[in-house]
């Protein structure tokens, strides 16, 4: 079984920083892709940014520039840097990863961390 907790989320001002991380943990043999997504109220879930296991990132349009993803491969943890906040990037952001653990190659997800930025 594995695990991803999230932390780092909370509520701050427009033009604020946060830094978000995702902690896995478990039967894990290998961590391919990590990535972040949100969900705001009333919509879908959304890709924020995404890096691989070997550190090629790729983010959302709207906020290229503003957050930063990166990871640590000894620690299987990733972490999303959020710079310039705006009040649209109010969401629950949720942890994503593409696990090999002991048993099998799955998708898992993380419950969630509240990001709530006020203008």
């Known amino acids: 079984q594995v695990q991803l907790v999230e932390s780092g989320g909370g509520l701050v001002q427009a033009g604020g920083s946060l830094r978000l991380s995702c902690a896995a943990s478990g039967s894990i043999v290998s961590i391919n892709a990590m990535g972040w997504y949100r969900q705001a109220p009333g919509k879908q879930r959304e890709l924020v940014a995404a890096v691989t296991s070997g550190g090629s990132t790729n983010y959302a349009d709207s906020v290229k520039g503003r957050f930063t993803i990166s990871r640590d491969n000894a620690k299987n943890t990733a972490y999303l840097q959020i710079d310039s906040l705006k009040p649209e990037d109010t969401a629950v952001y949720y942890c994503?990863?593409?696990?090999?653990?002991?048993?099998?190659?799955?998708?898992?997800w993380g419950q969630g961390t509240q990001v709530t930025v006020s203008s």
């Open positions: 994503n990863a593409d696990v090999t653990s002991i048993f099998k190659r799955n998708n898992y």
